[in-house]
């Protein structure tokens, strides 16, 4: 089997072309996301739709995350899954042996070297300018907060294995709007013929379950939710939807005609659109990832219909995802917990002054104490 | 009866010496029919593969040429001696990937007689086996002009070869651990030889019409007739 060789940026760009070389983006895709070509019509052995493996999420990897793991499941395939092995190929002299240990290491490369961690609280940075669409470069060094989603198994029609199995956002404002960009992974812009097969093996697997699956693909989908009233003595409403005592406020963003709805929700797929509170959004799908940004004013236009964005206090946030090709609706589909976004409160330039002035007092006194400790020693001389 | 039996050893015996082609026993030929209109064959969209695009539209499960069934298994179900041992041949049994199909789609090897995959085609294929009574594997060949070579162990019939990333692509391996099987060509005839004298229930195979048996009773030598007919909607 041998030993890996040392990891450097020559061996992962050779790991790249021999990925091109064998064809791993057939399955896996060109990004690695499990949205190749073939990807809509893989089954394992039991006859059931698999998903190719998204190769950015090493933490989900059947196999294990490391390179020798990866370097094993190479070598070996996996049983039971369309994955074959590429020990053939090395004894073919098609690829050497060191060329496949590359591939493991360049694989590795697409995942972040520790797997994410979520945390309760996304803070919005306050900054002077917005990013304009969800690829501007102003989001690059924007931190990214990781929301796992699971699937929804309460409300029937029940969903136990998502599509979408999280999204990550990043925030920011300028004391004026508030400007979100989710992105999270989805292996096919829905609808897209080339998924008819899969949403077929799709309905053969799950029979009538809860609901038959509909025959035609929906829309990809994202739903942002909020409480509709909220302050910090109110309890926080049912996190699927909301009910009718407590409703919650929803922006649900539809791949269907890419519109942006905003409504009140008393429950999950009970939405009622309402007045508008002037949010906006821009969308854009890559090789299975979706990026969606939307902004909306801190204050809306109708601050009685929708909920006011407040600097230095956290609003619950929540999300919901569904992947309209996998056979998911509004309330088929993936959820989150209740999380809280945070708006930070711009600093005041006193808190940019003060410190230097408090630098330049320290050292003046310092300055003053030495000269006098100087003239001393003069005069005691 | 016991001389049958006795004349059925030296008959083995004498296709276990047989090296070449003058094979002793008896054979049993005939020709597979299709009566009918056969059932239209699946039809396959290779537009997502530039290398194999527009070469083939259908996915060949049925061929039928002039009443003729080709891909029809025959072999030899039962009616052999028990115990007896048959030395596989070391000839290969080859099968290529060109135009992301299969060629041919219905194989027979013996136990230990190896099956060449080949790949024609510049593109990857993965060849996946889910075998029930032998080892199954799941290998790759990325390149054309790639080989590679496996062999079985013990006798099953149907065992589908699949490839994942063209979800069309399928055929049929059939492994024996006796050397009394044929498979029919474009002209349905198919030829078993080597038999040694006595009644065999003797078996057409075909992976979508299903199977057909007859009984028949051979000689010690010459040729006895076995004609199979398979028919539409049956």
Avoid at chain 1, 207 to 213: E, H, Q, R
Avoid at chain 1, 303 to 318: D, E, K, L, N, Q
Avoid at chain 2, 74 to 84: F, I, T, W
């Amino acid at each position: 089997m041998g030993r890996a060789p040392r990891s450097s940026p020559e061996g992962i760009a050779e790991g790249r072309a021999v990925f091109e070389q064998v064809e791993c983006f057939k399955c896996h895709g060109d990004a690695g996301r499990g949205e190749g070509q073939s990807a809509p019509t893989l089954t394992d052995d039991a006859g059931q739709p698999i998903r190719a493996a998204d190769l950015s999420e090493s933490w989900n990897f059947n196999g294990g995350s490391t390179v020798e793991q990866i370097y094993t499941r190479l070598r070996t395939g996996l049983d039971g899954t369309p994955m074959p092995s590429f020990s053939d190929v090395i004894d073919a002299n098609v690829i050497t042996d060191e060329q496949l240990w590359r591939v493991a290491q360049y694989v590795r490369s697409l995942s972040p070297r520790e797997p994410p961690r979520p945390s309760d609280v996304i803070r919005a940075t306050a900054v002077t300018a917005l990013p304009a669409a969800p690829d501007d470069t102003a989001w690059s060094g924007v931190e990214r907060y990781y929301v796992p989603l699971v699937g929804q198994i309460v409300v029937k029609p029940r969903w136990f294995a998502p599509a979408v199995n999280a999204v990550w956002v990043q925030a920011l404002h300028d004391g004026q709007t508030l400007a979100l960009r989710l992105t999270w992974h989805d292996r096919s812009r829905s609808p897209d013929p080339a998924w008819d097969e899969w949403l077929g093996l799709m309905r053969d697997a799950m029979g009538n379950g809860d609901a038959p699956l509909p025959d035609e693909q929906g829309a990809d989908r994202l739903h942002l939710q909020f409480p509709a009233r909220w302050s910090d003595d109110l309890e926080l409403p049912f996190f699927l939807g909301g009910s009718t005592r407590q409703p919650v406020t929803l922006w649900r963003w539809s791949s269907d005609g890419d519109k942006l709805e905003e409504g009140t929700s008393t429950g999950l797929g009970r939405f009622t659109p309402a007045a508008s509170g002037n949010a906006a959004h821009s969308a854009r799908y890559d090789r299975g990832e979706w990026a969606l940004q939307i902004t909306r004013p801190l204050v809306p236009a109708d601050s009685a219909a929708a909920i006011p964005f407040v600097p230095g206090r956290a609003m619950p946030i929540a999300f919901f995802a569904a992947d309209g090709s996998h056979g998911e609706d509004d309330v088929r589909g993936a959820v989150s917990a209740w999380y809280a976004i945070y708006l930070d409160v711009p600093a005041p330039p006193r808190v940019y002054i003060a410190p230097i002035v408090a630098v330049l007092i320290t050292a003046g006194l310092g300055v003053a104490v030495v000269r006098r400790a100087q003239k001393r020693a003069t005069e005691t001389a | 009866m016991k001389l049958g039996i006795l004349s059925a050893i030296i008959a083995a015996a004498g296709v276990l010496g047989a090296a070449g082609p003058a094979v002793q026993g008896a054979a049993v030929t005939g020709t597979v029919k299709f009566t009918g209109t056969p059932p239209a064959n699946p039809k396959v969209d290779m537009s997502e593969e530039d290398a194999c695009k527009g070469k083939y539209t259908a996915d060949p499960v049925v061929t039928v040429t002039g009443g003729n069934l080709k891909d029809v298994l025959v072999y030899v179900k039962s009616g052999l001696p028990a115990g007896q041992k048959f030395p596989a041949s070391t000839a290969p049994v080859v099968v290529d990937q060109e135009g992301c199909l299969y060629h041919p789609r219905t194989l027979a090897v013996m136990a230990g007689q190896p099956l060449e995959i080949r790949n024609s085609d510049p593109v990857l294929h993965n060849i996946k086996v889910v075998a029930k009574r032998n080892r199954g594997f799941n290998i790759s060949q990325p390149t054309r002009g790639m080989k590679t070579t496996r062999t079985f162990t013990a006798q099953e019939i149907a065992i589908p070869i699949a490839c994942n990333v063209h979800g069309w692509m399928h055929a049929n391996l059939n492994v024996f651990t006796h050397p009394f099987f044929a498979v029919t060509g474009a002209d349905g005839a198919f030829t078993i030889r080597g038999l040694p004298a006595g009644t065999y229930e003797v078996e057409a195979w075909h992976e979508k019409l299903g199977v057909q048996t007859m009984s028949v009773t051979v000689p010690a030598t010459g040729s006895t007739p076995a004609n199979f007919s398979f028919k539409a909607g049956s």
